[in-house]
Protein backbone atom coordinates (compact mmCIF):
# COMPACT_ATOMS: atom_id res chain seq x y z
CA UNK A 1 0.00 0.00 0.00
CA UNK A 2 1.30 3.46 -0.53
CA UNK A 3 2.57 5.35 2.76
CA UNK A 4 4.24 2.06 3.61
CA UNK A 5 0.88 1.25 5.44
CA UNK A 6 0.12 -2.59 5.21
CA UNK A 7 -1.51 -2.92 8.49
CA UNK A 8 -5.22 -1.58 9.38
CA UNK A 9 -6.75 -1.72 12.48
CA UNK A 10 -10.27 -0.93 13.43
CA UNK A 11 -11.25 -0.07 17.00
CA UNK A 12 -15.06 0.34 17.52
CA UNK A 13 -15.18 0.69 21.38
CA UNK A 14 -13.39 1.73 24.87
CA UNK A 15 -12.10 -2.03 24.78
CA UNK A 16 -10.80 -1.82 21.54
CA UNK A 17 -9.42 1.15 21.42
CA UNK A 18 -7.46 -0.26 24.35
CA UNK A 19 -6.19 -2.90 22.31
CA UNK A 20 -5.27 -0.46 19.22
CA UNK A 21 -3.16 1.06 21.73
CA UNK A 22 -1.08 -2.07 22.43
CA UNK A 23 -0.65 -3.87 19.52
CA UNK A 24 -2.09 -1.07 17.09
CA UNK A 25 -0.96 -1.43 12.86
CA UNK A 26 0.58 1.15 10.25
CA UNK A 27 -2.65 2.38 10.06
CA UNK A 28 -4.93 2.86 12.98
CA UNK A 29 -8.70 4.12 12.71
CA UNK A 30 -11.15 4.96 15.55
CA UNK A 31 -14.40 4.63 15.01
CA UNK A 32 -16.93 5.94 16.44
CA UNK A 33 -15.45 9.73 16.33
CA UNK A 34 -15.61 10.04 20.26
CA UNK A 35 -12.73 7.10 20.82
CA UNK A 36 -10.79 9.83 18.76
CA UNK A 37 -10.98 12.15 21.68
CA UNK A 38 -8.70 10.01 23.97
CA UNK A 39 -6.23 10.12 20.96
CA UNK A 40 -4.66 13.41 22.84
CA UNK A 41 -4.50 11.83 26.82
CA UNK A 42 -3.05 8.27 25.60
CA UNK A 43 0.94 8.76 25.38
CA UNK A 44 1.54 4.83 24.61
CA UNK A 45 0.59 5.59 20.67
CA UNK A 46 3.61 5.67 18.71
CA UNK A 47 3.76 8.32 17.42
CA UNK A 48 5.10 6.99 14.14
CA UNK A 49 1.53 5.01 13.54
CA UNK A 50 -1.06 7.32 11.84
CA UNK A 51 -4.24 7.74 13.19
CA UNK A 52 -7.68 8.16 11.19
CA UNK A 53 -10.90 8.78 12.54
CA UNK A 54 -14.29 7.56 11.08
CA UNK A 55 -17.64 7.87 11.60
CA UNK A 56 -19.82 11.24 11.51
CA UNK A 57 -17.43 12.98 9.15
CA UNK A 58 -18.78 14.48 5.83
CA UNK A 59 -16.99 18.05 5.71
CA UNK A 60 -14.09 20.64 6.45
CA UNK A 61 -15.27 20.83 9.87
CA UNK A 62 -14.88 17.08 11.17
CA UNK A 63 -11.56 17.24 9.20
CA UNK A 64 -10.25 20.01 11.51
CA UNK A 65 -11.96 18.58 14.72
CA UNK A 66 -10.26 15.00 13.87
CA UNK A 67 -6.45 16.70 13.29
CA UNK A 68 -7.03 19.26 16.76
CA UNK A 69 -7.84 15.78 18.58
CA UNK A 70 -4.51 14.46 17.42
CA UNK A 71 -5.42 12.69 14.34
CA UNK A 72 -3.22 12.00 11.14
CA UNK A 73 -6.61 12.31 8.77
CA UNK A 74 -10.38 10.87 8.53
CA UNK A 75 -11.92 8.01 6.82
CA UNK A 76 -14.88 8.80 5.29
CA UNK A 77 -17.73 6.31 4.16
CA UNK A 78 -21.37 7.55 3.84
CA UNK A 79 -20.17 10.59 2.00
CA UNK A 80 -18.71 8.52 -0.49
CA UNK A 81 -21.69 6.52 -1.05
CA UNK A 82 -23.72 9.66 -2.40
CA UNK A 83 -21.56 10.17 -5.20
CA UNK A 84 -22.18 9.68 -9.01
CA UNK A 85 -19.00 6.96 -9.34
CA UNK A 86 -20.70 5.16 -6.26
CA UNK A 87 -22.38 1.72 -7.71
CA UNK A 88 -25.17 2.22 -4.95
CA UNK A 89 -28.67 2.19 -6.44
CA UNK A 90 -30.19 5.81 -7.01
CA UNK A 91 -32.94 4.82 -4.17
CA UNK A 92 -30.12 4.36 -1.05
CA UNK A 93 -28.20 7.29 -2.55
CA UNK A 94 -31.45 9.88 -2.59
CA UNK A 95 -31.88 8.37 1.27
CA UNK A 96 -28.77 9.52 2.56
CA UNK A 97 -29.16 13.25 0.56
CA UNK A 98 -33.01 13.72 1.74
CA UNK A 99 -32.71 11.78 5.26
CA UNK A 100 -31.38 13.36 9.43
CA UNK A 101 -28.94 11.64 11.28
CA UNK A 102 -31.79 10.67 13.59
CA UNK A 103 -32.73 8.43 10.30
CA UNK A 104 -30.54 5.58 11.08
CA UNK A 105 -30.20 2.75 13.05
CA UNK A 106 -28.00 -0.31 14.01
CA UNK A 107 -29.62 -3.73 13.14
CA UNK A 108 -28.08 -7.10 12.27
CA UNK A 109 -31.45 -8.05 10.51
CA UNK A 110 -29.83 -7.52 6.99
CA UNK A 111 -26.43 -9.75 7.07
CA UNK A 112 -26.43 -11.41 10.46
CA UNK A 113 -23.74 -8.42 11.56
CA UNK A 114 -24.50 -5.57 13.24
CA UNK A 115 -24.42 -2.83 11.19
CA UNK A 116 -25.45 1.07 10.74
CA UNK A 117 -27.58 1.65 8.08
CA UNK A 118 -30.96 4.04 6.87
CA UNK A 119 -34.02 2.68 8.83
CA UNK A 120 -36.65 0.88 6.44
CA UNK A 121 -39.73 -1.28 6.75
CA UNK A 122 -37.36 -3.98 6.29
CA UNK A 123 -35.54 -3.98 9.37
CA UNK A 124 -38.51 -2.28 11.48
CA UNK A 125 -40.96 -5.79 10.20
CA UNK A 126 -38.15 -8.36 10.86
CA UNK A 127 -37.24 -7.19 14.75
CA UNK A 128 -40.83 -6.79 15.03
CA UNK A 129 -41.75 -10.45 13.93
CA UNK A 130 -39.48 -12.01 16.69
CA UNK A 131 -37.55 -14.17 14.02
CA UNK A 132 -34.25 -15.48 14.58
CA UNK A 133 -31.56 -13.83 12.89
CA UNK A 134 -29.13 -16.05 11.45
CA UNK A 135 -25.35 -16.53 11.65
CA UNK A 136 -23.64 -14.01 9.10
CA UNK A 137 -23.78 -15.01 5.59
CA UNK A 138 -26.84 -17.02 6.03
CA UNK A 139 -28.95 -14.20 6.92
CA UNK A 140 -28.09 -12.22 3.84
CA UNK A 141 -28.26 -15.13 1.30
CA UNK A 142 -31.83 -16.33 2.87
CA UNK A 143 -33.31 -12.14 1.82
CA UNK A 144 -31.06 -12.57 -1.30
CA UNK A 145 -34.32 -12.59 -3.57
CA UNK A 146 -36.19 -9.85 -1.55
CA UNK A 147 -32.59 -7.57 -1.91
CA UNK A 148 -32.42 -8.42 -5.75
CA UNK A 149 -36.59 -7.77 -6.09
CA UNK A 150 -35.97 -4.38 -3.96
CA UNK A 151 -33.24 -3.22 -6.65
CA UNK A 152 -35.72 -4.05 -9.61
CA UNK A 153 -38.05 -2.46 -8.04
CA UNK A 154 -36.10 0.40 -7.01
CA UNK A 155 -37.43 0.32 -3.66
CA UNK A 156 -35.24 0.78 -0.40
CA UNK A 157 -37.69 0.04 2.24
CA UNK A 158 -36.66 -3.50 1.20
CA UNK A 159 -32.87 -2.83 0.53
CA UNK A 160 -29.84 -2.71 3.50
CA UNK A 161 -28.88 1.42 3.01
CA UNK A 162 -25.95 1.68 5.29
CA UNK A 163 -25.63 4.59 6.71
CA UNK A 164 -23.32 6.89 9.39
CA UNK A 165 -24.21 9.07 10.91
CA UNK A 166 -23.11 11.99 8.77
CA UNK A 167 -25.75 11.58 6.31
CA UNK A 168 -27.23 14.66 7.88
CA UNK A 169 -24.47 16.49 6.35
CA UNK A 170 -25.19 15.27 2.93
CA UNK A 171 -27.19 17.08 0.80
CA UNK A 172 -25.61 16.90 -2.61
CA UNK A 173 -24.39 14.22 -5.18
CA UNK A 174 -20.83 15.38 -6.51
CA UNK A 175 -17.98 12.99 -8.08
CA UNK A 176 -15.47 11.84 -5.67
CA UNK A 177 -12.79 14.27 -6.29
CA UNK A 178 -15.24 17.18 -5.79
CA UNK A 179 -15.56 15.83 -2.32
CA UNK A 180 -12.06 15.94 -1.55
CA UNK A 181 -11.93 19.28 -3.02
CA UNK A 182 -14.93 20.82 -0.95
CA UNK A 183 -13.72 19.37 2.31
CA UNK A 184 -10.24 20.88 2.04
CA UNK A 185 -11.43 23.81 1.28
CA UNK A 186 -13.76 23.88 3.98
CA UNK A 187 -11.14 22.65 6.40
CA UNK A 188 -8.91 25.82 5.19
CA UNK A 189 -12.00 28.42 5.60
CA UNK A 190 -12.03 27.13 9.20
CA UNK A 191 -8.68 27.23 10.13
CA UNK A 192 -8.81 30.81 8.36
CA UNK A 193 -11.49 31.83 10.75
CA UNK A 194 -10.15 29.79 13.94
CA UNK A 195 -8.15 33.33 14.99
CA UNK A 196 -10.98 35.80 14.99
CA UNK A 197 -13.20 32.72 16.94
CA UNK A 198 -10.18 32.68 19.71
CA UNK A 199 -10.58 36.49 19.93
CA UNK A 200 -14.22 36.79 20.35
CA UNK A 201 -14.21 33.99 22.81
Keep these: MRKGVDRVRQAHGGDEFRLELGVGGDL ?65 KKGLLEREADATTVTDAFTGQWARTLR ?17 LLQSSAARDIYDAAVARRDGEYFPMYSGQSVGLIHNLPGAAEVVEAIVREARAVLADLPQRARTA
Excluded: C, H
Design 28 to 92: NVLRPYRQARRLRTQPTVEQRQARAVAGGIADGRGLIAALALGASGVLLGTRFVATRESMAPEFW
Design 120 to 136: NTFEREYRASGAPVLPS
